[in-house]
């Protein structure tokens, strides 16, 4: 059997990096969508209709997601999933497009930025970490429209309006607490100091705009420890293992070593061939 | 009868062909007209807009205006230019100006001066400042004479104000801070209703 399958997209509002939430939308839809039942017996060809019989979901191998990195200041400074005003000045836009698996489906590179490698291996760990969540908030959604098509519940777009689930023309806003004004500015005034790295309470400058933290520096090192302790959690993933940069030589090499020989058991994925990106240790072909 | 944005006519009645409220007119045999809301601009003959420039290409400037394709300004459209006198227009500058052709076959046309030549405000705008997006339905509302809003803003500032009938907004205020408040509060008058924006203000203003 072959369809041919249509999926169009109506972007009603945006505040920025539309390729990503247009890739979960579609990719959602598709999850979602059910076709006719449909019986081939030798030359006859019968379509039945949703009442005689149940449509079919399709059937969806993987849920590939892009996430979107803006690169400011030459790849100094890192912002996933940029704003709109933030898409309008940044220098460079990475697009990585992975799986639950880890596969990267898609890696696009746009811009006047020139990104080292190591940079876009870590932005494809935050991409894998980033996925995960999404695609688990992917599968509560659609099992539980599923649950409350079953029990007779109402569901779908019409539904989710009334409950404001749906939001365009809709902003958070964010709340300034403007009391005490007077008694924070004199404090700072005070504290000839620098201050110190952790803010207990936004520094207010003027009504209505306000500092947290103290100006903006450049954390890949931080990244690097937060991202290998998720890592060291997760036992027997071996994928994870897998995208330890080249930092491994410092402190895992024991652990590494023993986990490197064995065979690599990879979850329910179907690629046939898997290539696992590792810097300095890339598959040499034969020339 | 006039029949204005979001109606059509069709044989002998008319077609809605947007949502919103339908408003009336009555002076002059009447008007009838759609009210509707949205984000998206679509270049209308005589609108004044605020285009960014995006390319030079000989003699002809390109403008991001917003709409489906970029319009294009002429350099000798401005006050006082000749063909010796060139305008000083870089690529990434603002500029005011109105449509003298848009329609939905051709690439529409700007000009930054009036009938009679002279310039009436329009131009490339200055250094500094902020440019952001509202929706069309603010923009009228600003547009207004004698807006609330905008009297009520004056009360709190001094302040330059643009507005383009593409959705764009320009501000320059004496500093930083000044300017990015009367940003924050022109973009949440679209969900505030008038008591939450004088509350908000004189709490701005009595600090």
Redesign the interface.
Known sequence: QVWQIRLDMHLL?HDGNITDAASIAGIVALCHFRRPDVSVQGEEVTVYTPEERDPVPLSIHHMPICVSFAFFHQGTYLLVDPT??EERVMDGLLVIAMNKHHEICTIQSSGVVMLLPDQILRCSKITAVKVAEITELIQKALENDQKARKEGGKFGFAESIPSQRITT???E?AAVD?ND?EEQAGEIIAKADPPSEVFASPVV?????AQIGEGIESSWGDLEESEKEEAAEEEGESEAIAFECEKVETEDTSTLKETKNEPIVLSDSEEEEVVILEPQELPRKTR | LLCGPGLRRSGAGLLVTKCGLLRHRPGGGGAYWVDSQQKRYVPVKGDHVIGIVTAKAGDVFRLDVGGSEPASLSYLAFEGATKRNRPNVQVGDLIYGQFVVANKDMEPEMVCIDSSGKSSGMGIIGQDGFLFKVSLGLIRKLLAPKCEIIQELSQLYPFELVLGMNGRIWVKAKTVQQTLIIVNILEACEYMTAEQRKQALAKLSGN
């Open positions: 509002n709109e005003r023309f809709k902003m806003s403007t004004v400058h003027t009504p209505g705009t």
